[in-house]
């Protein structure tokens, strides 16, 4: 039995043998195209109509595609996140992606015409009632809580979500972020690589809180029929991350490109996202949503700084969290 | 420059592999800067970053050759059943995938661990892994073993021939520490040192996980920030640049603290010397004890809370299993090949710069190594193509150093204690291969190939930067945890050790039976 199933993925594995199908090449982030992601569904759902072969190819998508340039193999890039994409759209790869985008499902405005959004969620620090009985209710909670509430966050150099709670505190404490930090780092455990490690780091107990989404109770409510850990709602307000998609202006495939394009706000596509990726979908009324992310507790407030604004505070944000926790 | 010369006539090889090594090294630095159109200069948090780099891989260092002493050495005089297998196990760590041995050292000592539970019951004040103290454990965690099998091999190359003698003289312990133990320790302690230090100079993920703050950031982290968030080729250049000078200077230093020892040559005897009795017996079993429950109780204790899962896991995960198990395996074949022309050619007593190129590799941060290969590789062959070929020769490669670090001091010992019998005897090329050298270094290549496997089996670097379709093995296990699927990937993580040990075994016990 055990020999059969190896034997079956290593099959699996093996490159399918050269169909004359065109092949759309999609750059992804890591977990996107694994089997526990949207990958496989988004591939599958693709390659019904499009005649032609949908290829992940996954990794550091955007350091790669800036140094490939328009040599690059990519005929789409999928998961650029809304605080990066200034570098990615300087560099001039990507095309327009055409679509109608008036009526998205996204608590702020967005009329970029090059990246598409496709998903979307809030920063959030996760915790489990089981453990902390009594969560801060805000952020400024969160700040004069007792030094012994415990929370791991991410690297604002190395990761994502770490840049995200850079941006989070200085849109909600602006010229006071300082000793807004000064106030949090005696409650910081440690601070990971990435959000992989600070979570797991969270759900083996070692943590209070973790910096993640307000939709990762989704997960544990749906798969695990858990329903023990939330996401603490702060009337300050949380931090917007979109998930967006692109179209390399010098693809081989350039219709194919644009039919992927166009597929993504489809709720076709849009219904695999809640389920699959654990956020919310950028283009599905709210009835469509699964009841357990139309459950979430949502915040009132929802803060954004668009992708200029972003490169700009980068730096300097990043210098006042340096100084803060270099103490 | 005549000597240069004939060097080169009488060993193409290792001159070819090192100068092929060093160009590689220094090229893929060069495009990178070439790429970013020069260097840039480095901020104030990076000089900071640069000096706790430093000296946390000093104290590391440090740390794991001291404490490898007792240990070693009690391993090394004292016989008892399950030795052999107890040696093999405490190498462990060394080649445990880092992520793997984070999750074990955290379920041992972190907030939630054995130990603070313990405390707290005792009603003491809880430890804490989270700051530099955990950096500095946890890299203690990972060289100690390296340290103890380098030292535990400087003690088996004294001739048990020199024990009887210090026997039949009725030498005291003292005296035997003074004029057999010692002499070695002088000679073996620098290079172990130095290894410990390298590979402490590279940490990255270690430094991010219980570092518990920016404080705590070492240059490769530096580096990954600028490849992947500032897009900085320059400034990664320019890290990359300060890493390998940083280690050229270690090696220098290394260079000038070691003195040979010169026991001659003895009969091949596994059987070490009987150590003395006594509460000497009571000190060495303690730190054999300590030691071990060191080293195995993380690994118990994440295995404790992966296996069960294993059987569940997802058939995608086998086929990354089988696929990094066949790269690693390649890796080490080729790691062996490069390592043995190498250390041939340096106990040949060839130039000085062949050693300091093959552990070059060592501080290269396989960030700038990979992203320089990947523009120098661009337009010749597809990125998809090279990704996974150029990872097992990035694996090879980054291994070198270890191997070299085992098979030196072993390829010297054969050279002086054989190499004038056998040129005698006009013993050459094949032969001399097939009868002196490999069954002479079976042990150290077997160790060698064993850890490049092992090592190669646990790496995610390079693989993430080439992007693929083909994932491996520690990528299932990112993508699993990125999925909130934590209790899978812990799962995942105990196969990637399972494997990881079983390829180490395998070639250390081919090694052995040699």
């Known amino acids: 039995m055990k020999i059969r199933m190896i034997a079956a993925a290593l099959l699996a594995a093996t490159p399918a043998f050269a169909q004359d199908k065109p092949v759309l090449t999609v750059y992804a982030g890591d977990y996107i195209a694994s089997e526990w992601g949207p990958g496989p569904k988004i591939e599958k759902g693709f390659e019904a109509f499009c005649d032609c072969d949908l290829e992940f190819v996954t990794g550091d998508i955007l350091p790669r595609i800036l140094m490939e340039g328009e040599g690059t193999d990519a005929d789409i890039v999928f998961g650029l996140n809304t605080d990066v994409t200034a570098r990615a759209r300087t560099s001039g790869l990507f095309a327009p992606h055409g679509q109608d985008i008036s009526d998205l499902s996204l608590p702020v405005e967005w009329s970029d015409e090059i990246f598409l959004p496709y998903n979307w969620g809030e920063t959030a620090f996760v915790y489990d009632e089981t453990r902390l009985e009594n969560p801060p209710a805000s952020f400024d909670e969160l700040l004069n809580a007792p030094d012994d509430l415990k929370i791991v966050i991410q690297d604002p150099r190395a990761s994502i979500s770490g840049l995200a709670l850079l941006l989070w505190v200085k849109s909600v404490y602006g010229d006071d972020t300082p000793e807004a930090w000064a106030k949090l780092a005696p409650k910081v455990l440690t601070v990971t690589k990435g959000w992989s490690e600070s979570y797991g780091m969270f759900t083996d107990g070692e943590a209070d809180m973790v910096l993640s989404y307000t939709t990762s109770p989704a997960y544990h409510i749906e798969a695990e029929g858990d329903t023990t850990k939330h996401a603490a709602i702060f009337p300050e307000g949380h931090y917007f991350m979109a998930e967006l998609a692109a179209q390399v202006k010098s693809t081989d495939q350039p219709e194919l490109a644009q039919e992927f394009m166009d597929w993504i706000l489809t709720p076709e596509f849009q219904r695999t996202i809640p389920l699959a990726n654990w956020s919310m979908p950028a283009k599905l009324p709210r009835e469509e949503w699964p009841e357990v992310m139309r459950d979430l507790p949502r915040p009132e407030k929802t803060l954004f700084y668009n992708e200029d604004e972003a490169e700009a505070l980068r730096k300097p944000a990043l210098d006042e969290w340096l100084r803060a926790f270099s103490q | ?514």
């Open chain 2, 1 to 514: 420059m005549a000597a240069g010369i004939l060097a080169i006539k009488r060993d193409p090889g290792g001159v070819l592999i090192a100068t092929a090594l060093a160009a590689l090294i220094l090229g893929t630095l060069a495009a990178v800067a070439w790429q970013a159109r020069g260097l840039s200069g480095l901020g104030i948090w990076d000089w900071r970053a640069v000096r706790f780099t430093v000296w946390q891989a000093v104290l590391s260092a440090a740390l794991s050759a001291i404490l490898a002493i007792p240990v070693a050495r009690a391993l090394a005089r004292r016989r008892f059943p399950g030795k052999a297998a107890l040696v093999t196990l405490l190498g462990a760590p060394f080649i445990l995938p880092v992520i793997v041995a984070i999750m074990g050292l955290i379920s041992v000592f972190g907030r939630n661990g054995a130990i603070n539970d313990g405390l707290r019951l005792l009603g003491l004040p809880e430890m804490s892994i989270y700051g530099w103290q955990g950096v500095i454990l946890a890299h203690v965690f990972f060289n100690l073993p390296l340290s103890v099998r380098l030292i535990l091999q400087g003690w088996q190359a004294i001739p048990a021939e020199r024990f009887r003698l210090a026997e039949s003289l009725a030498f005291t312990p003292a005296d035997i520490a003074r004029h057999l133990e010692r002499p070695m320790l002088r000679s073996v302690l620098p290079g172990v040192w130095l290894a410990v230090f390298l590979v402490c100079l590279t940490s990255f993920t270690v430094a991010l996980a219980l570092g518990g703050g920016p404080s705590a950031t070492t240059v490769e982290l530096a580096i990954y920030q600028a490849f992947r968030f500032d897009f900085d080729l320059g400034r990664a250049a320019m890290l990359g640049l300060v890493q390998i000078g940083l280690s050229l200077a270690a090696m220098t230093l290394a260079r000038w603290i070691t003195i040979p020892a010169a026991f001659g040559a003895g009969l091949h005897e596994t059987q070490g010397p009987r150590g003395p009795q006594g509460w000497r017996r009571g000190t060495d079993m303690l730190a054999i004890l300590l030691a071990s429950s060191f080293l195995l109780w993380p690994i118990l204790s994440v295995t404790a809370s992966g296996l069960p899962r294993i059987p569940m896991l997802p058939a995608d995960v086998w086929a990354a299993a089988t696929r990094s198990a066949v790269m690693a395996v390649s890796s080490a074949l080729l790691a062996l090949l490069l390592c043995l022309t190498l250390a041939l050619a340096i106990a040949r007593g060839n130039a000085h710069w062949i050693e300091m190129a093959g552990m070059l590799p060592i501080v290269a941060s396989p960030l700038v190594l990979g992203t320089g290969l990947f523009i120098l590789l661009r337009g010749w062959l597809s990125t998809d193509a090279m990704a996974l070929p150029v990872t097992v020769a990035i694996n090879a490669i980054m291994a070198l150093p270890f191997g070299l670090r085992a098979l030196i001091p072993a390829a010297q010992a054969l050279r002086d204690d054989y190499g004038r019998l056998a040129d005698s005897l006009e013993m050459r090329g094949l032969a001399r291969l097939r009868h002196l050298t490999l069954p002479r270094l079976a042990r150290p290549l077997g160790f060698a190939g064993g850890l490049a496997a092992a090592l190669a089996m646990g790496d995610l670097g390079v693989i993430t930067l080439f992007a693929t379709d083909q994932p491996t093995l520690p990528l299932k296990l990112y993508q699993l945890m990125n999925s909130y699927r934590m209790a899978d990937a812990s799962a995942c993580a105990v196969l990637l050790m399972v494997i990881s040990f079983a390829l180490f075994w395998l070639f250390d016990r081919g090694g052995r039976l040699a």
